[in-house]
């Protein structure tokens, strides 16, 4: 299983933060942002990790990670030029790939849960992870039936069928790649995850699973604002453990 981070895009609802900076080396209380993405993969045992950055910030990424032997790991970097897509990652990261499974986690995504055996268990086809939220007209959105089976993925519906919101997780295996080349540009000019998840799901090849803990999409100043919160209660609670 490898790895990817997609830290891309210009971050343009958190300016003018992103001015000077990338959105995901923007402090979640005392870490990068990107580091609690990174923390994710490593705990379930990943350790071939491509960081995909924008051009603007690049050298910020690698002095801030370095090449991954500080973590045990080994880092990969590649440019996304132009954010077209979640999807574009994997076209970006084919050689990267090349025949094996791989997990893509957004480089703006905290979660509380542990996906180790989520990770570890997976074998092929696709797996991807929901959660209950407010506010699904932002988000990619999951149907069920009555079996909690997924039988429909719509992007930023108008009208959701579901409140359950796709989160930044997706883990595939290496026909991905091909997948992915086989899409046309969105209306929005992307290549989107949810058509990919689609193709998937066509194949009756995706798993859907539930996201238990806290969930951050930290593309908006309230999102960062909880997740903060969140990251300084869970680091004093582990602080007073240790005492």
Known sequence: ???????????TRLYP??????????????????????????????????????PDHAGDFLKCLGSGREY???????????????????????????????????GDNLYED????AIKTFK?????????VTDPQRFGVVEFDANNKAISIEEKPKVPKSNYSVTGLYIYDSTVVDKVKALKFSDRGELEITDVNNLYL???SLDVAFVEGK???????ESMHEAISFARDRHLAKEARSL
């Open 1 to 11: 299983m490898k790895g990817i981070i997609l830290a891309g895009g210009a971050g």
């Open 17 to 54: 933060l992103t001015k000077v900076t990338s959105k995901q080396l923007l402090p979640v209380y005392n870490k990068p942002m990107i580091q609690y993405p990174l923390e994710t993969l490593i705990k379930a045992g990943i350790r071939d990790i491509l960081i995909i950055v924008a």
């Open 72 to 106: 045990g790991c080994h880092f990969t970097y590649e440019i996304q030029d132009k954010p077209e897509g979640i999807a574009q990652a994997f076209m970006i990261g084919e050689d990267f790939i090349d025949q094996d499974n791989v997990t893509l986690i957004l």
């Open 114 to 117: 542990d996906f180790s055996e």
């Open 124 to 132: 092929s086809g696709g797996r991807i992870f929901a959660k209950k």
């Open 202 to 204: 066509k194949e009756g």
């Open 215 to 221: 969930w951050f999409d930290t593309g908006t100043f």
